[in-house]
């Protein structure tokens, strides 16, 4: 087992780490860390190269894919912090999976195989959707 350093206290009651890690490397020769703080301070995608010149991307909480199949960022109000969460998608923007994994989901499937292209375009829509959620509440407190 494997965690973020920020996060350890939390996992390492359950069990000691085998592996922590504190910023974005490679691991095992082909598993890219890439911390995402935002859904939490230690959120963390994965990104792995596999034998067959595929690379999956393991968004964790921090997209996933929503009601219509879309994907969305893992902001939880009161519970996830929205700034760092906007600098992770901007991150997660330049990557090109060909296989997108996510552990939430609104749909039966948390994964699609994607053109890696057509990513970045997912992931505006993601950060485009999240922006405009918090211009809404700024409206929201200024009326009240």
Request: charge should be negative; proline fraction near 6%; hydrophobic fraction near 30%.
């Amino acid at each position: 087992m494997g965690g973020p350093v920020k996060e350890r206290a939390e996992f390492a009651s359950r069990c000691e780490p085998d592996i922590l890690f504190d910023g974005q490397e490679v691991l095992l020769g082909n598993i890219e860390v890439i911390p995402t703080p935002g859904h939490t301070s230690g959120s963390t995608c994965f990104l792995v190269e596999s034998t067959h010149s595929k690379r999956y991307l393991f968004t964790g909480d921090t997209l996933f894919r929503g009601k219509d199949g879309s994907w969305e960022a893992g902001y939880i109000p009161g519970y996830s912090d929205k700034a760092p969460l906007i600098e992770s998608l901007k991150l997660l923007q330049e990557i090109k999976p060909n296989i997108v994994l996510s552990s939430g989901s609104e749909q039966d499937i948390g994964f699609e195989e994607i053109v890696p292209e057509d990513w970045g375009g997912h992931v505006e829509r993601a950060l485009s959707n999240l922006l405009k959620a918090k211009r809404q509440q700024t409206k929201e407190k200024r009326l009240s």
